[in-house]
């Protein structure tokens, strides 16, 4: 049986695919300021500019590739059980090819009803945009299907799950600010090799994390060599 990786990524995932990050210097909330774009109470307020902020997200994404992180992700599916657990709203990871990846704050090229939320639609990549006077087939304005600050996380209890059943877990590209997505680590058994691909440090609250201090691409490159050669274990 194949060991089960459960990887937990974020906004550096994507960063070598062009996609801006949210706290790095020049990241996106430096740029639109969270509680104008990314609460209800902002869209309630302002819902074209909320709306206009997603759109803006998806032009980015469509011009967006995987990036060799991605790729390595994908393709280490011949040796391991992955499970992606991600906290990016792009699809970078699919494009990729992995096939399992749950999204815990929504996904950028969905868009849902704000009168029933089970009605939920893709958008086409030529057309990757909502806006006011867009409604689902019951007559509701339809919304960006991002989990909000503010709003529960309906995923998290399932990937709490897919953590603590976790043989190795790997960290890629999370400042560990966001929870509950931060707290997954504390279900990762004790036992467990825990390692962090991110190019600065990162406070993840346990002292046995191996950091593997670069980039997604390279780092997921050294994380494969790691994983393969027996003699090098836990550092
Ligand atoms: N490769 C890997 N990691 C990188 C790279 C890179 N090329 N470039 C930057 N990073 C790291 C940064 O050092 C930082 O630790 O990615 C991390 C990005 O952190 P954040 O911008 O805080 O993004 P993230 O942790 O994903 O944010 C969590 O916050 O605003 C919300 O909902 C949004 O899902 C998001 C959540």
Not at 131 to 152: S, T
Request: hydrophobic share 40%.
């Amino acid at each position: 049986m194949k060991k089960k990786l459960v990887i937990l990524t974020g906004a550096g995932m994507s960063a070598e695919s062009g996609i801006s990050t949210f706290r790095d210097s020049g990241g996106l909330w430096d740029k639109y300021p969270v509680e104008d774009v990314a609460t209800p109470e902002a869209f309630h307020r302002n819902p074209a500019l909320v709306l206009e902020f997603y759109n803006i997200r998806r032009r980015e994404l469509i011009r967006a590739k995987p990036n060799e992180g991605h790729a390595g992700i994908a393709d280490m599916e011949k040796d391991f059980d992955v499970q992606v657990i991600t906290q990016n709203i792009d699809n970078l990871h699919e494009q990729a090819g992995s096939t399992k990846v749950l999204h815990l704050h929504g996904e950028l090229m969905k868009v849902r009803s704000t009168g029933d939320e089970s009605l939920i639609y893709e958008l086409p990549a030529d057309k990757p945009e909502i806006n006011m006077g867009d409604k689902c087939e019951k007559g509701y304005q339809l919304r960006p299907h991002i989990v909000w600050f503010g709003e529960a996380v309906p995923m998290i209890t399932e990937a709490a799950e897919l953590a603590g059943k976790a043989d190795i877990f790997v960290i890629i590209g999370t400042s560990m600010n966001v929870y509950p997505a931060a707290g997954l680590l504390d279900y990762v058994k004790k036992n467990v090799p825990v390692y962090l691909i991110d190019p600065k440090d990162v406070n993840t609250g346990r002292y046995d994390v191996f950091h593997i201090k670069k980039g997604a691409s390279e780092g997921v490159k050294e994380l494969r060599q790691r994983l393969g050669d027996p003699t090098i274990g836990r550092v």
